[in-house]
């Protein structure tokens, strides 16, 4: 196996498209022009045929792969899936990554300056949700001169993404990899979703989203959304064998200070989040979690909802995934068998829960690698 | 035997099935295979005979084969059921030499005759007449249909043609048609449940 140092997409760059058309938003509201950053690896072939899109989930970017020449440490955060002989081989396809609107890397969001009022957004920043971000991420495709994709790909939020993809441009998608999705979100879900909204809405920094204007941010809040956040992304049997009972002291402090390694642990992801992670933007980001659901307006029936899907499907799910667990993506997948649609399901066999999706165990990596091999361009 | 003769020897035997197989799907059928290996017969049967369909496997590494051999695929364990395939969803629905492996053989019989109109199943046949020398003999047979060493075989089930007919009958499983050949791959009339090696069968409600 080659190493991922070794056929990495190398120093990148991002790049920014400003719309000035105004875009007209789920929920009603309208955004009148937006910006979005992106990056691109790999080259668009004379016949526009090898595009893919990567979407990003909760808390990711547009910096999917390689790393910045003032900035090498940054890695992108699916370098180990996209390169050159990796699963999604940029010497094969032209692959685009892009910040989400409303999210905080550099795309239109609730850090811009409202045109409107001179001033940030913040908590006036219109509720996106994932068809919006489908909306201006087919704008992107225009600007880019790809009227279809051959593939659009994502995990998690990501993979909703793609799924609304197939139903919002089914003539623009030819194959949608749907990875540790669900079509969406239960009660449980949501309910983690709330946790992590109090949390950041009742710190007391977070002057009703205007933090910004005020010259702080709500550090504690999206520290504690964070750290319940990330329960959810691991698995029990990865936690236990990550840190099982060790203790930070090696033995009961009878404190309430760090004294198991996980709490350290927990305190330290939400410390790194909080430093770099938009309030605002993470609460929109898990409202568009908890709204997306294309069978809403076909009375829950998914498979209703499905018909008009026309690409074909990769999914995939963790066995040990309980935030979206492979019953999940089976809904999905018997919804498109309802249509007829051609899928590939795949029951992954993996420890580290939801976040498996981002890792590169073998078996994951090769059914990737042989489902986009077999993708014509 | 040579591993490439074995191998070419092997070939020609699944060849020899899937063409019987075939033989009894109608060209652009709508067609599931339950534990499909890495999806060569359904990739047969849409080369030869047009067909659309899924393939259903539990491994891994076959379900890695079906995507490689760009074959729908859904990974899933059908001991446990066929739900959320719908009813009278398929025409055919078939198990090649997969029954034998498997513990549920009633409910995988109900299941499939649930969700296709018909059922094709093929299986090796425990009492043909090697297999019941070899067992007069004193050892568990292996032969060409059968064959794993007792210590490492995939089979759960050893049943024979007339076993088979009477649960069938037992489930209110009508018999089409059976074809039943021997080690060689000749078409064996008399007495299958001795000269049949191997054993297909087209299964449905009523005739």
């Known amino acids: 196996m080659v190493m991922s140092s070794e056929n990495s997409v190398g120093v990148v760059a991002a790049q920014r498209v400003r719309f000035a058309a105004p875009l007209l938003l789920k929920s009603g509201a309208q955004l009148p ?14 016949e526009h045929s090898n595009a893919v899109l990567v979407c990003h989930a909760l808390s990711g970017s547009h910096h999917i792969a390689g790393h910045y020449a003032d900035d090498p440490e940054n890695v992108g955060w699916w370098d180990n ?40 957004y913040g908590a006036d920043f219109p509720m996106v949700t994932v068809e919006d971000w489908v909306a201006a991420q087919a704008r992107l495709a225009d600007h880019l001169g790809i009227a279809t994709w051959a593939a659009v790909v994502g995990g998690s939020l990501g993979g909703m993404q793609a799924l609304a993809w197939s139903l919002q441009f089914p003539e623009r998608i030819r194959h949608a990899l749907v990875i540790a999705s669900a079509p969406k979100l239960s009660a449980q879900n949501i309910a983690f979703n709330e946790v992590a909204r109090q949390a950041i809405v009742s710190d007391p920094d977070f002057h009703g989203g205007h933090y910004a204007e005020n010259g702080v941010i709500p550090t504690r809040g999206l520290r504690l959304a ?9 698995s029990d049997s990865q936690m236990g064998e990550k840190f099982g009972r060790q203790l930070r002291h090696g033995e009961h402090k009878f404190s309430y200070d760090v004294d198991f390694e996980v709490e350290s642990y927990l305190r330290h992801q939400g410390d790194k989040f909080a430093r770099f ?15 997306f659901d294309p069978a809403y307006a076909y009375d829950g029936n998914l498979a209703a909802a499905l018909a008009r899907a026309k690409a074909s499907f990769f999914v995939a799910s963790f066995s040990t995934d309980w935030r979206f667990a492979p019953a999940r993506s089976r809904e999905i997948v018997f919804a498109l068998l309802h249509n007829r649609l051609h899928v590939a399901y795949a029951e992954i066999e993996c420890d580290a829960g939801h976040d498996s999706f981002l890792l590169d165990d073998p078996h994951y990596h090769a059914l990737l690698r042989a489902y986009l091999e077999n993708i014509a361009v | 035997m040579t591993e490439h003769e074995r191998r070419v020897k092997a070939e020609q035997r699944e060849r020899f099935d899937f063409a019987v197989i075939a033989g009894w799907i109608p060209p652009g059928e709508r067609v599931l295979d339950l534990g499909c290996g890495d999806g060569r017969l359904l990739r047969y049967l849409s080369e030869t005979r047009d067909v659309s369909g899924y393939g259903v496997e539990i491994d891994g590494d076959s379900v890695l084969g079906c995507i490689r051999n760009g074959v729908d695929v859904i990974q899933m364990d059908i001991e446990c059921g066929l739900s959320g395939f719908e009813d009278k969803s398929f025409d055919h629905v078939i198990i090649s030499q997969a029954l034998q492996t498997m513990h549920a053989t009633e409910g995988i019989l109900n299941e499939m005759l649930r969700v296709a109109d018909e059922a094709v199943v093929s299986f090796p046949n425990f009492a043909y007449r090697t297999n019941r020398a070899a067992i007069a003999a004193g050892r568990m047979p292996v032969s060409e249909d059968l064959p794993y060493d ?17 649960l069938c009958a037992r489930l209110g499983i009508h018999v089409r048609e059976r074809l039943t050949f021997d080690e060689a791959g000749r078409e064996v009339s008399e007495d299958p449940n001795l000269n049949g090696s191997l054993a297909f069968y087209r299964l449905g409600r009523g005739s």
Do not use: Q
């Open chain 1, 33 to 46: 022009g937006f910006e979005l950053v992106f990056e691109t690896y790999g080259t668009l072939n004379a």
């Open chain 1, 81 to 120: 899936l996209v390169g050159p002989g990796k699963p999604l081989d940029t010497r094969k396809f032209f692959v685009v990554g892009v910040n989400n609107l409303g999210g905080c890397y550099g795309s239109t969001g609730p850090l811009s300056v409202n045109p409107e009022t001179g001033r940030r």
């Open chain 1, 226 to 234: 964070r750290m319940v956040g990330h329960i959810t992304y691991l």
């Open chain 1, 277 to 291: 992670f938009d309030a605002n933007t993470y609460l929109m980001m898990t409202k568009a979690l908890d709204y």
């Open chain 2, 150 to 166: 007792w210590f490492d075989t995939p089979n759960v089930r050893f049943f024979t043609i007339a076993d088979f007919e009477d």
